[in-house]
């Protein structure tokens, strides 16, 4: 059972993975990059002030902080250092069929995805609150995250099911974010 899971994960990323040309090698190739975000969180901080002023805002941003950084350390240390999963660009049944942009691989291991684990408490942690005032925001959100996600894929550094749990995982530690403090944000 495991084994025809893990199969139609391999068969799945090589599907995604195989969808390459050059334009949108850069593409997800920028997408894919840490300062991607950062044009994103300027935007999100000022949606945040915008709604809710200064004082909550700050707990709100203080909030998706700790969720990023909960989801972070939980990626790595709960999941690829007990998983220890390889990512496909290091498995040696299927690396020499990864098309590869820029010749990057990422480490060693890939279970769970810690980029759509960190975008999806972004998007959830910011995103509930934001769904208060204008629920397209909450879906423009998750879209963006998505967008990550659906890049380590197709970069071919993570299987689908990296990127669902890590995703799963992020919007779980968002959510929670947002149900622990928005008693302290919503005075």
């Known amino acids: 059972m495991i084994e025809a ?34 044009p994103f969180y300027i935007l999100f901080i000022y949606l945040s002030i915008k709604f809710f002023g200064v004082r909550s805002s700050i707990l709100i ?51 769970v995805s810690s980029h759509a684990a960190n975008m999806f408490a972004v998007a959830s942690a910011f995103g509930f609150y934001f769904r208060m005032k204008n629920k397209y925001l909450f879906y423009a959100l998750l879209f963006w995250a998505a967008l990550i996600a659906y890049s380590r894929m197709y970069l071919g550094v993570h299987y689908p099911s990296d990127v669902f749990v890590g995703s799963l995982l992020g919007a779980l530690i968002g959510f929670l974010s947002f149900k622990i403090s928005k008693k302290y944000v919503l005075r």
């Not at 068969?11 to 997408?31: A, H, K, R, S, T």
């Not at 894919?32 to 975000?37: A, M, P, R, T, W």
């Not at 790595?76 to 010749?103: A, C, D, G, M, S």
């Open 61 to 111: 941003i203080l909030s998706v902080v700790i969720a990023v950084s909960l989801a972070d350390l939980s990626a790595k240390y709960l999941f690829k250092e007990v998983f220890l999963r390889y990512r496909p660009t290091h498995n040696l049944l299927i690396k020499n069929q990864v098309h590869l942009v820029n010749n990057y691989r990422g480490g060693m291991y890939g279970f």
């Open 5 to 38: 899971l893990e199969h139609i994960d391999q068969q799945l990323l090589l599907l995604i993975n195989g969808l390459n040309n050059p334009f949108f090698d850069e593409v997800m190739w920028i997408i894919s990059e840490v300062y991607f975000g950062v």
